[in-house]
């Protein structure tokens, strides 16, 4: 399938904090019902106090089924895509290091997609929990994460994932090609094996 490849630690099912925080960022941008959200996926003690350290996958989960139930299609499509690109946003001042970003925004754009994607493999488990990251550079570049934690046991007529979706547009925009765009073209909630995201440009 795939050049590349990381699978989370067996014991491991743990995602890094924005999956949360990030969504409640992006509900509030729009006024939306968060306390609602957040009732229903049982996770109001977040909104008391948002998260800084790892969470449990399955809280992950039970937020983005959240979204899709009390929010219509689109808003809550808007409201992952929102909370990836804030996502984006956090990686580029707090955890990829600024001499990186300098040699990624210099290099051509299929050099510094295998560099990049490189570095965001050895961390997949950090996002992708006890999913399964692989990756593909070519023409389009191409991310598959199989066992999605954002879509389990999810059934939809279009892709879902887009807190992915957004977090890659955001890295590969900013450190690959500015015309990057990103799309999911297979998800598991609409019964693909993984879900694949592809960046052109």
């Known amino acids: 399938m795939s050049s590349s490849e990381a699978r989370a630690p067996e014991a ?17 941008a729009i006024q939306g019902p968060t306390e609602t ?22 809280d992950v989960t039970a937020l983005q089924r959240a979204l899709r139930a009390e929010l219509d299609r689109d808003t ?3 409201v992952g895509w929102d909370a990836g690109l804030r996502t984006g946003d956090y990686l580029l001042a707090h955890r990829i290091p600024k001499p990186a970003q300098r040699i990624l925004k210099l290099l051509p754009s299929r050099p510094a997609s295998q ?33 999605c934690p954002l879509c ?3 059934r939809a007529e279009v892709p879902v994932c887009d ?8 890295l590969f925009t900013t450190l690959v090609n500015p015309r990057t765009q990103v799309r999911e073209t297979q ?4 019964g693909a094996e993984a879900c694949l995201f592809e960046m052109r440009w």
């Open 37 to 58: 959200v957040f009732a229903q996926a049982g996770l109001t003690h977040y909104l008391a106090e948002l998260p800084e350290e790892m969470v449990d996958e399955r």
């Open 187 to 190: 998800c598991q909630a609409m």
């Open 12 to 28: 491991l099912s743990r995602i890094g904090p924005n999956a949360i925080t990030r969504v409640a960022e992006a509900l509030e």
């Open 152 to 154: 389990r046991g999810a």
């Open 115 to 147: 560099m990049l994607l490189k570095a965001v493999a050895k961390h997949a488990w950090t996002f992708s929990g006890s999913g399964h990251f692989s990756y593909q550079v070519g023409r389009p570049v191409q991310v598959w994460i199989a066992d």
């Open 163 to 170: 807190f992915y979706r957004g977090a890659f547009e955001r």
């Open 76 to 78: 809550a499509r808007a």
